[in-house]
């Protein structure tokens, strides 16, 4: 017996299954859908709040990194996954003299 999920991820939502009491996805053979609705995540970071990071670090590496650590992570913890990259590319955005303010209430909640 299986079930189907929504989790809403501030600017995507996500749809998951568990089948036979069964989490897990094997990168290799990801879903069609489930693979656009991961890079659609990690390509947040070619969102216009990094733009002074992009003019001086290329975020191609850092949504690759993204994509892959998504599609290893847990489908419940995709999320906090998807925060972790930005925060990555965030961290080198500032070593580089571009510091950036990203975090927000609805994306990677920004304690207050």
Same mark, same amino acid.
């Given at each position: 017996?299986?079930?189907? #999920?929504?989790? #809403? +991820?501030?600017?995507?939502?996500?749809?998951?299954?568990?089948?036979?009491?069964?989490? =897990?996805?094997?990168?290799?053979?990801?879903?069609?859908?489930?693979?656009? =609705?991961?890079?659609?995540?990690?390509?947040? +970071?070619?969102?216009?709040?990094?733009?002074?990071?992009?003019?001086?670090?290329?975020?191609?590496?850092?949504?690759?990194?993204?994509?892959?650590?998504?599609?290893?992570?847990? +489908?419940?913890?995709?999320?906090?996954?998807?925060? #972790?990259?930005?925060? =990555?590319?965030?961290?080198?955005?500032?070593?580089?003299?571009?510091?950036? =303010?990203?975090?927000?209430?609805?994306?990677?909640?920004?304690?207050?």
């Amino acid at each position: 017996m299986g079930w189907c #999920s929504s989790v #809403s +991820l501030a600017f995507i939502v996500v749809t998951f299954c568990m089948h036979d009491n069964v989490l =897990q996805v094997n990168c290799t053979k990801l879903r069609f859908h489930l693979s656009l =609705q991961i890079q659609n995540i990690c390509s947040y +970071l070619r969102n216009s709040t990094f733009f002074h990071c992009h003019v001086i670090l290329d975020p191609a590496p850092f949504i690759k990194m993204c994509e892959e650590e998504l599609c290893k992570c847990n +489908l419940t913890d995709r999320l906090d996954c998807a925060c #972790s990259a930005f925060t =990555q590319y965030s961290r080198a955005c500032a070593r580089n003299k571009a510091p950036i =303010q990203w975090r927000t209430r609805d994306i990677c909640r920004k304690c207050l």
